[in-house]
């Protein structure tokens, strides 16, 4: 319990020294939900042009798109800050995280909080919810878990990924937008029907990276639909599965990269 | 070319080529954004029969794969350092130089997109042939107005970006202004979509009252012949007036900026 209050101290000191600028705040606030807007927003300006995407209709399309938003929205406000690990790797302050006796992880994620992303995280519940009122969901006690776990579980899946991808900065230095090809990248790709990619593209990101857990299976298992290319139904209840695979990759990546650290010398 | 002019030319290539990783790790990421947008872009037009706003299969595949080329080239989300030497003070070295700093920068940043052209332009544009349907310009023409419109799009974007950075000497913070920037080029630019989907008030009002479609939109349409060589004159004499036009800007801002500067330095 004494570690938990620890974190939550660097946590509260985070967000009292980043509220002190409350117009600077507001700012930053607003300009992140401009850019959840924008993201949502490009979906329904390509959906405007055929009034269908991949197959699927206006609220079908929501619901995979919101789901997708609000679970990149929740990791990318807990663990979005993991990409910071780049400059501790480069100027050596990552010894002093080592010096200390928690999880080096951990007080990475807590030391560089940043509240200002809390406001797509609303955002991205709000237009879930509205999703999941105006998709056609025939509910049973099922769907009702599913889509109270849904965000979380893409969360997770999500925040792996922002783990694996700031991990290899251990090894790069410079090669930070490798992460992001995968982490804002695959938030692109999950807004999306994934009937909408050529084959050996879906298959190798839906199904062997596995960005099709984070929204379009879940959604296919709440619309009660199967999936138009032949995934068998089954594997759209298994999210929580292929998250927890890739956190315990990113839990294994960060260890590996840890012990291969070498700080920057004297 | 003159020696000074040459010189900084040079040295703002070489300054980019030293980042080989960084180079490696940004043209990974716009291929997989490039497979991203332009799956979705043909299915989109496989919906409505083939093509969208006019541009056909081939065109959409052009439109994605340069957009990612020349995102790298116009580089319009990557701040010059400007506003962080007006905040340190620094720019008082810039300013007492013989040549002008607005110029300084200017060729430090051709030098920068020459870089970009070879490496980061090249890049998505040979995975894009080989991997798909590729419009290819039936008149010779199209290749010098291009190549012409590149150096038009780098000097806008440039010319913004230093205004954003002018900024800094009333505001010392351009967060919110670069901010305000990202939103805006996310939708004017023509990165996401053809602006041509949009409706045709909105469209109309991107193009005549902002720079932005100079920056991406007007070299992909020269590039797809859209309208053919008269209207590619067109977008080329809109990319110079604006490009022209923001220099002017740039200059008299400097100009009051830097009696700002006396009077807070004295």
Known sequence: ?266 | MPRVPWALTAAGFRRYATYRQATFAGAFTNVIFGFLRCYILLAVAAEVGGAVAGYDGPKLVAFVWLGQGLLAVVSMWTMLDLAERVRSGDVVADLLRPINPLWTYLWTEFGRAGYAMLTRFVAPLVVGIVAFTFYIPQNWVTYPLFAVSIGLAVLVGFACRYLIGLTAFWLLDIRGVSMFWGFATNIGSGLAFPLAILPDWLATALWVGTPLPALLQAPIDIAVERGGVGHSLLLLAGQAAWGAGLLLVCRWVQARAVRRLVVQGG
């Not at chain 1, 991949?54 to 990791?75: K, P, R, W």
């Not at chain 1, 990475?108 to 709000?126: C, E």
């Not at chain 1, 790069?172 to 990248?185: C, K, P, Q």
Request: proline share 3%.
């Open chain 1, 1 to 266: 319990m004494g570690k938990a209050r620890v974190y939550a101290h660097l946590v509260r000191a985070q967000v009292r020294s980043q509220t002190q600028y409350r117009a600077s705040f507001a700012l930053d606030v607003v300009g992140s939900m401009a850019v959840f807007a924008i993201d949502i927003g490009t979906v329904f300006v390509l959906f405007s042009v055929s009034g269908s995407l991949g197959g699927f209709g206006g609220t079908e399309v929501l619901l995979i798109a919101a789901l997708a938003g609000v679970s990149f929205a929740l990791a990318d406000l807990v663990v979005g800050n993991a990409d910071r690990l780049r400059e501790y790797v480069r100027t050596g302050l990552f010894d002093s995280l080592l010096l200390r006796p928690l999880s080096s992880l951990a007080q990475l994620l807590a030391v560089n909080f940043a509240l200002r992303r809390i406001g797509r995280v609303v955002q991205g519940f709000l237009l879930y919810l509205v999703a999941l009122f105006v998709a056609d969901i025939g509910w049973d006690p099922a769907r009702l878990l599913l889509a109270a776990t849904a965000p979380l579980v893409g969360a997770v899946f999500f925040g792996s990924l922002f783990v694996m991808g700031a991990t290899v900065a251990f090894w790069w230095v410079e090669s930070g937008e490798i992460a992001n090809g995968f982490t804002y990248g695959g938030r692109d790709f999950a807004c999306y029907p994934s009937t909408m990619y050529g084959e050996w593209f879906r298959k190798l990101f839906a199904l062997a990276f596995g960005f099709g857990f984070i929204s379009y299976l879940p959604a296919l298992a709440l619309l009660g639909r199967s999936d138009p290319l032949g995934v068998p139904d089954w594997l759209r209840w298994c999210s929580p599965a292929a998250a927890a695979i890739a956190a315990g990759l990113a839990a294994l990546f960060w260890r590996t990269g840890v012990r291969h650290y070498r700080s920057t010398g004297s």
